[in-house]
Structures are given as structure tokens and as C-alpha cells.
């Protein structure tokens, strides 16, 4: 099978030794909200791939554009076909490094404030961004991280047409749930 | 004369904003209701997007397909979606399909063969198909 391993993949192709350090999941929440006067906009997606290498606190999403589901259907096909330009960049990806807590911290059930700083691509531009939230060992032994940041359109080539200018936010809060299971 | 134009304008725009608001308003259809644009074996669906993504994202991702395969795995519901994982061949691997937990038959379970329809999404680990709906 001819399959381009990302990096994603490979973390998740490596030795068992060192696999007891990683953590993923298939199934991380990511939603974003736009606010205005005018409108309220809202999207979810539950299907992000994310791994964290407890060793280095790297830590890494993939997320497809296509699975981001709006209430009203006229949303969903405005943001695929005029902004995201799904069919031509149909993944974001996210790399980088939590602080804030350590391989140690994740050995024993609690949780930390924790700092993510990387780089998000969308759209086919890459970008600094840094998160705040939370991250801890459950008790039933996954890793619950959480945490949001901010993202503005333009930095990523978003153009929103004059019409409907003033009823998405220039500002667009993202929220990441993810729940990680040890590999 | 004037007011036959006059009503003809108004209901104009009556129709058009009308029309307006429904599409603003409109849902995405039931997949149920929706016809499949390809029939596809899970197996031949992962192997479409790992040895072309660019080539299977272009055939495939948006579009209502219907998947076959044998269930591998149904899982926990998580936010009121289920996720029911047909076989490839490929441990790593598999179609993943993502049910509304009221549209789960009770007949899908692991190691039945399976007729899906959903909307591709695309590849991550595996292939994805959200808005899914279980075809008799």
C-alpha cells in the first residue's frame, strides 16, 4: 500500500517501547464560533486526528474541512466553497508544543494550565498560533486536554465578501476537546 | 393598471423573500433521502484514497456514497454520534462512518455485513463519512 505517511501516521507507526509515551485519538472535537450583532455562526467537527508525545510534548491535530457541520445547510456549503475552499486544501493541520506541564505531570490524575504554541495550516497558508487551556491524566487512564485560541480570516487568505462582511466576526474563537488514549 | 403592477411587485418580492429565508434556513437533507452517487466496497474505498488522495478527494470527498463491508467495530455513543468502523483489510485502517445515535439500527453490530450511505469527508487515519444512515 502506497500510503504518504504523515507525521501523525508515523507517530503512530512507531516502536511499542517508545509508543508507551504516545497518546491519540481519532475522535477530538474541534468548533469554532463567529459572533456578530447580526448572526451567531457555529460549526463541529468530531472527527480530529490528534497525537501527543508525552516525551517532548509535541504535540499534533489534522482535522478535514469538510467534516466542520453548521445548523443551516447555506453555512456549511458558503464555508467549503467560498472561504475554506474545501475541495482545494481539505485538511488543516496543527503542530506543536504544550508547556506548562511535564511527562511526570501526566503520570499521576490531575490536570494543569497548560500553553500550546505552533503552527496552523489552513488554506494552504501556515501560521503562528499559541492556545491556552488545560491538560491532566483522568482516571481512567486517557489524557483530557482543552483549550481554544484565536484566529482571524485574513491571515489565512479568508476573503468574506462585502454582502456578508458584517455578519461574520473578524475574530473567530476556536475550542479543541480532545481526549487521548495511550497507545 | 398601476395597481396590477403594483401587486405584481409586491408579490415579487413577497416570493423573493420567501425564497431568501428558506434558503438561509434550509437543513442539510437526511442522507437517507439522498441518492448515492457511487456504490463502493469499504476495502476498495481506503485503497482509492491511500493510493491517490488528491485523485479519491476529487471523485469522492462531499459527495453521498454507498459503502458495503463487514462491521468491524460500532462504538460507544460520544455527543450523541456513534461511529460504526467497517473492515479493510488494514489493521491501521478503516471506513469510519458517523451515525446521529438515532439513526444506529439495532441490527448493526459487529461482523454483519453493512450498506451505508454518508458523505464523504476524506482521508485522515481513516476514511471518514459523516451524515450517515444504515440502507436496508
Known amino acids: ?183 | 393598471m398601476k395597481r396590477i403592477v403594483i401587486l405584481i411587485a409586491l408579490v415579487a418580492i413577497a416570493g423573493a423573500a420567501w425564497y431568501a429565508w428558506y434558503e438561509y434556513d434550509r437543513v442539510a437533507e437526511h442522507t437517507s433521502e439522498l441518492d448515492a452517487v457511487e456504490t463502493i466496497d469499504a476495502a476498495a474505498l481506503l485503497k482509492a484514497y491511500t493510493d491517490d488522495e488528491n485523485a479519491a478527494n476529487a471523485r469522492f470527498n462531499g459527495k453521498v456514497l454507498l459503502v458495503t463491508g463487514t462491521v468491524r467495530e460500532v462504538k460507544a455513543p460520544e455527543n450523541g454520534l456513534v461511529d460504526v468502523v467497517l473492515e479493510t483489510g488494514d489493521p491501521l485502517a478503516g471506513v469510519v462512518c458517523q451515525f446521529a445515535q438515532a439513526d444506529v439500527p439495532a441490527t448493526l453490530t459487529t461482523g454483519t455485513q453493512a450498506r451505508i450511505k454518508g458523505v464523504a469527508t476524506g482521508l485522515l487515519m481513516d476514511v471518514v463519512l459523516q451524515r450517515c444512515a444504515a440502507v436496508e
Do not use: C, W
Open chain 1, 1 to 183: 500500500m502506497n500510503r504518504p505517511l504523515s507525521l501523525v501516521a508515523a507517530l503512530l507507526l512507531t516502536t511499542a517501547a517508545s509508543a508507551q509515551e504516545r497518546y491519540a485519538t481519532r475522535t477530538g472535537h474541534i468548533s469554532f464560533q463567529s459572533e456578530t450583532p447580526l448572526e451567531r455562526i457555529e460549526a463541529h467537527n468530531h472527527k480530529a486526528t490528534s497525537v501527543l508525545d508525552a516525551s517532548t510534548m509535541a504535540f499534533e491535530m489534522a482535522v478535514l474541512m469538510k467534516g466542520f457541520e453548521f445548523e443551516k445547510a447555506l453555512m456549511q456549503e458558503h464555508f467549503n466553497e467560498n472561504y475554506v475552499e474545501s475541495d482545494k486544501y481539505p485538511k488543516a493541520t496543527f503542530k506543536g508544543k504544550v508547556s506548562g506541564i511535564t511527562a511526570e505531570d501526566l503520570k499521576q490524575v490531575g490536570s494543569k494550565e497548560v500553553t500550546v504554541e505552533g503552527e496552523l495550516t489552513m488554506h494552504g497558508v501556515t501560521k503562528p498560533v499559541k492556545a491556552t487551556g488545560t491538560m491532566g491524566l483522568e482516571a481512567g487512564g486517557t489524557i483530557r486536554a482543552r483549550g481554544s485560541f484565536i484566529i482571524k480570516p485574513e491571515d489565512y487568505n479568508i476573503t468574506i465578501p462585502g454582502m456578508v462582511r458584517d455578519n461574520i466576526a473578524k475574530e473567530i474563537a476556536v475550542t479543541v476537546q480532545v481526549d487521548l488514549a495511550r497507545l
